[in-house]
């Protein structure tokens, strides 16, 4: 059982980019799902939440500019970043959740530029 993310990097201030959660030996449609991330010094924030339903939640400081979806023919879910901007610049950890139970992936980090 494991959690994939991808899709971090570069980018500059005002760009987007499109982050990946990928699911081996789980089916992430059983799951609630969130995305979190963590700056250097920070606590851990969560930024998105797409439940088993589809019902969508998202963080103050990303509405607007982010935005979360599941592709369960893929196993994948997604994180969509649009108007990013230097403050966010984190380590972005998917997290899969059902009950009790919780798994993680390794996180991917993005660095936003100005």
């Known amino acids: 059982v494991q959690l994939q993310a991808s899709g971090g990097g570069l980018v500059q201030a005002g760009g987007s980019r499109r982050l990946s959660c990928t699911g081996s030996?789980?089916?992430?449609?059983?799951?609630?799902m969130n995305w979190y991330r963590q700056a250097p010094g920070e606590q851990r924030e969560l930024v998105a939440t797409?439940?088993?339903?589809?019902?969508?939640n998202y963080g103050d400081s990303v509405k607007g500019r982010f935005a979360v979806s599941r592709d369960n023919a893929e196993n994948t879910v997604y994180l969509q970043m649009n108007s990013l901007q230097v403050g966010d610049t984190a380590t972005y950890y998917c997290?899969?959740?059902?009950?009790?139970?919780?798994?993680w992936g390794q996180g991917t980090l993005v660095t936003v530029s100005s």
């Open positions: 997290n899969a959740q059902l009950l009790r139970t919780q798994y």
């Open positions: 030996g789980m089916l992430l449609s059983r799951y609630n």
């Open positions: 797409i439940t088993r339903d589809g019902d969508i």
